[in-house]
């Protein structure tokens, strides 16, 4: 809980008027986001900042680890990837008091100190792993160097909480436990006085203050870090069918895959009245026939969930789903891959250099003609990007439902053309056609699909800054070898240089729109897009006058952070009522609100 907790005191202390920052020196996680310097950082520290009404910086999230499998991991040194290395040579480079990494992260806390009043950090795992403290980057080793007051978060919902507590405490030095100004017990469920007795444990045996017991809560909506949330249901039991009376319940599927990279994509969704987000993973059933939309999330290891997929039995489903669909004109349903799984409905994924996992190629389920080759980290696109949906338009330009998202790939998708080397990169056209018509090779059989239109999903433009993609760093870099400097910020005439295009279409879409694959993500969270999606399901026409109850106004990045922004304010006056933070505003200080 140490992600909600921090989040809540930015926003708190952003309240009292206070310029206030989130850190996090290290996260491993693979939901991500894109700054306005088309740079990558952790999606929490994202979320923080907005907590903090501040722009999102790589600063504050200065390494990113992107596990591909359990034993490997993508480094992102300062938004930029740098290598994909095993999990005991990353280690290993941590024992350098003066590498890269630790130079790293004093880079960046010194900019934050220069720029904010207040930085609220947050330490990963437990900060009492023996076995790793000589190579800690994020818990004691940080707060040493900020010289922080240090606050312990304790789960009481997975219990032993006076075990994690008194025993945390007491395998810190005496330095360390100096250092611990207070604890908080979060998630509690129940009536938090009865946990009276347990607090006057703690403090008497801990000799540390309880600075709150934080019940658990409810109804409040922030994206979690990496758990599903609760609202969502994972390898939910099908026993009904589309003609027993639920037909007013819009139920979506996700497949859950082993590497799946930011599921709050598809969040938005399960917020919606009479609508059903399912999560699905190792669930014995796998018809997917009640379903009004199957949907293929993003990967980091594309290659090893397309193996996946096959191996539990979901190959088969999406593509029996998929010839459903095809089968009639009628059929409202629809199958969609966002990122990795824009790729998966692809013909073949080729990475012949191991830069998303193993090097090799697989093929995909061949439902879109594209095929996707894994590019070097140079060629990675980072990059926020606004525009329209062309999926159901018909041209008329009072039709146009506006979309904004972010994309974050390796991959290079283009349209498979048939003894012609003009593909469009990137599932892009530049002011070009934008329809291509070829036969479909079905790969999970020999037959022949005839030939269909692939039209474009979105005409988008940047909205970030755009800045050289030249690599500070090269694959296969020591970190063991220390660099005579740290690593360089993009220049600002690098993050100010014009745009060389005004807008680009991005991925592809078959059967009329029922079929579609994009790099776009946050897709759903402009809601006029998913309202108008969502209707669509049902019958409705794919348009902005489908969604009526959402204006053009509703459906901007700053209409989203309006939604949110009630969010936070629920989180802090929930922590407000149930923590006493004057110790904190004191060991800070600044003043006690009376």
Not at 7 to 28: D, E, W, Y
Not at 46 to 64: F, G, H, K, T, Y
């Given at each position: 809980?140490?992600?909600?907790?921090?989040?809540?005191?930015?926003?708190?202390?952003?309240?009292?008027?206070?310029?206030?920052?989130?850190?996090?020196?290290?996260?491993?996680?693979?939901?991500?986001?894109?700054?306005?310097?088309?740079?990558?950082?952790?999606?929490?520290?994202?979320?923080?900042?907005?907590?903090?009404?501040?722009?999102?910086?790589?600063?504050?999230?200065?390494?990113?680890?992107?596990?591909?499998?359990?034993?490997?991991?993508?480094?992102?040194?300062?938004?930029?990837?740098?290598?994909?290395?095993?999990?005991?040579?990353?280690?290993?480079?941590?024992?350098?008091?003066?590498?890269?990494?630790?130079?790293?992260?004093?880079?960046?806390?010194?900019?934050?100190?220069?720029?904010?009043?207040?930085?609220?950090?947050?330490?990963?795992?437990?900060?009492?792993?023996?076995?790793?403290?000589?190579?800690?980057?994020?818990?004691?080793?940080?707060?040493?160097?900020?010289?922080?007051?240090?606050?312990?978060?304790?789960?009481?919902?997975?219990?032993?909480?006076?075990?994690?507590?008194?025993?945390?405490?007491?395998?810190?030095?005496?330095?360390?436990?100096?250092?611990?100004?207070?604890?908080?017990?979060?998630?509690?469920?129940?009536?938090?006085?009865?946990?009276?007795?347990?607090?006057?444990?703690?403090?008497?045996?801990?000799?540390?203050?309880?600075?709150?017991?934080?019940?658990?809560?409810?109804?409040?909506?922030?994206?979690?870090?990496?758990?599903?949330?609760?609202?969502?249901?994972?390898?939910?039991?099908?026993?009904?069918?589309?003609?027993?009376?639920?037909?007013?319940?819009?139920?979506?599927?996700?497949?859950?895959?082993?590497?799946?990279?930011?599921?709050?994509?598809?969040?938005?969704?399960?917020?919606?009245?009479?609508?059903?987000?399912?999560?699905?993973?190792?669930?014995?059933?796998?018809?997917?026939?009640?379903?009004?939309?199957?949907?293929?999330?993003?990967?980091?290891?594309?290659?090893?969930?397309?193996?996946?997929?096959?191996?539990e039995g979901w190959r088969k489903s999406?593509?029996?789903?998929?010839?459903?669909?095809?089968?009639?004109t009628a059929s409202q349903k629809q199958?969609?891959?966002?990122?990795?799984?824009?790729?998966?409905?692809?013909?073949?994924?080729?990475?012949?250099?191991?830069?998303?996992?193993?090097?090799?190629?697989?093929?995909?389920?061949?439902?879109?003609?594209?095929?996707?080759?894994?590019?070097?980290?140079?060629?990675?696109?980072?990059?926020?990007?606004?525009?329209?949906?062309?999926?159901?338009?018909?041209?008329?330009?009072?039709?146009?439902?506006?979309?904004?998202?972010?994309?974050?790939?390796?991959?290079?998708?283009?349209?498979?053309?048939?003894?012609?080397?003009?593909?469009?990169?990137?599932?892009?056209?530049?002011?070009?056609?934008?329809?291509?018509?070829?036969?479909?090779?079905?790969?999970?059989?020999?037959?022949?699909?005839?030939?269909?239109?692939?039209?474009?999903?979105?005409?988008?433009?940047?909205?970030?800054?755009?800045?050289?993609?030249?690599?500070?760093?090269?694959?296969?870099?020591?970190?063991?070898?220390?660099?005579?400097?740290?690593?360089?910020?993009?220049?600002?005439?690098?993050?100010?240089?014009?745009?060389?295009?005004?807008?680009?279409?991005?991925?592809?879409?078959?059967l009329e729109g029922r079929v579609w694959?994009?790099?776009?993500?946050?897709?759903?969270?402009?809601?006029?897009?998913?309202?108008?999606?969502?209707?669509?399901?049902?019958?409705?026409?794919?348009?902005?006058?489908?969604?009526?109850?959402?204006?053009?106004?509703?459906?901007?990045?700053?209409?989203?952070?309006?939604?949110?922004?009630?969010?936070?304010?629920?989180?802090?006056?929930?922590?407000?009522?149930?923590?006493?933070?004057?110790?904190?505003?004191?060991?800070?200080?600044?003043?006690?609100?009376?």
């Amino acid at each position: 809980g140490k992600s909600i907790v921090a989040t809540a005191l930015c926003r708190i202390l952003s309240n009292r008027g206070v310029h206030v920052a989130p850190f996090k020196a290290q996260n491993m996680s693979n939901n991500s986001f894109v700054t306005m310097d088309g740079l990558e950082m952790s999606r929490a520290q994202a979320v923080q900042a907005e907590a903090s009404r501040s722009e999102p910086c790589v600063d504050m999230n200065p390494i990113l680890l992107k596990p591909s499998t359990d034993t490997k991991c993508q480094v992102v040194l300062r938004g930029r990837p740098l290598d994909s290395l095993e999990a005991r040579k990353y280690y290993d480079s941590l024992k350098e008091k003066e590498g890269i990494l630790r130079r790293t992260v004093k880079s960046s806390l010194s900019a934050l100190k220069e720029r904010f009043d207040v930085i609220v950090m947050e330490g990963a795992g437990s900060c009492a792993e023996l076995n790793l403290k000589d190579r800690d980057l994020v818990n004691f080793s940080a707060a040493k160097l900020a010289n922080a007051k240090v606050i312990l978060v304790a789960d009481i919902e997975r219990c032993g909480v006076f075990a994690q507590v008194l025993g945390t405490l007491s395998l810190m030095d005496e330095t360390e436990r100096r250092m611990v100004m207070g604890v908080v017990i979060n998630k509690f469920r129940g009536d938090p006085e009865l946990f009276d007795d347990g607090v006057r444990i703690i403090e008497t045996m801990g000799k540390v203050p309880v600075l709150g017991v934080i019940p658990y809560y409810r109804g409040i909506d922030i994206d979690s870090e990496d758990a599903l949330p609760l609202t969502v249901k994972l390898d939910p039991k099908m026993n009904y069918h589309e003609d027993d009376g639920n037909q007013n319940v819009t139920r979506i599927a996700v497949l859950y895959l082993p590497h799946i990279s930011n599921f709050t994509d598809f969040l938005p969704l399960s917020r919606e009245p009479n609508t059903e987000l399912h999560f699905l993973q190792h669930r014995k059933e796998k018809d997917l026939s009640a379903y009004h939309a199957v949907i293929i999330p993003g990967s980091k290891n594309v290659r090893f969930d397309m193996e996946w997929l096959a191996s539990e039995g979901w190959r088969k489903s999406i593509i029996n789903y998929y010839m459903e669909i095809r089968a009639s004109t009628a059929s409202q349903k629809q199958l969609i891959g966002v990122c990795g799984g824009f790729q998966i409905l692809g013909k073949r994924i080729e990475d012949p250099d191991g830069f998303d996992g193993r090097p090799g190629c697989s093929n995909g389920l061949g439902i879109l003609n594209v095929t996707t080759t894994m590019m070097p980290y140079s060629k990675k696109v980072l990059t926020r990007c606004e525009g329209t949906s062309l999926l159901g338009n018909d041209g008329k330009e009072e039709n146009n439902i506006n979309v904004y998202g972010y994309e974050i790939h390796l991959g290079e998708t283009k349209l498979n053309i048939d003894s012609c080397d003009n593909g469009i990169s990137d599932g892009r056209s530049y002011g070009g056609d934008d329809t291509m018509t070829k036969g479909v090779q079905d790969s999970s059989s020999t037959a022949k699909i005839e030939s269909m239109s692939h039209k474009r999903c979105f005409k988008l433009r940047r909205s970030t800054h755009t800045r050289s993609n030249t690599p500070i760093y090269k694959r296969g870099h020591d970190l063991k070898n220390s660099l005579s400097s740290p690593p360089p910020q993009s220049s600002a005439s690098e993050k100010n240089a014009p745009e060389t295009m005004s807008y680009f279409f991005d991925g592809f879409s078959i059967l009329e729109g029922r079929v579609w694959g994009t790099y776009l993500h946050g897709l759903f969270d402009a809601q006029q897009f998913r309202k108008a999606w969502l209707c669509s399901l049902s019958g409705s026409a794919f348009s902005s006058s489908s969604s009526n109850s959402a204006s053009l106004s509703s459906s901007s990045p700053r209409a989203k952070s309006d939604e949110r922004d009630a969010e936070y304010e629920k989180l802090a006056m929930h922590f407000l009522d149930a923590m006493n933070v004057d110790p904190i505003f004191k060991a800070l200080g600044l003043p006690v609100q009376v």
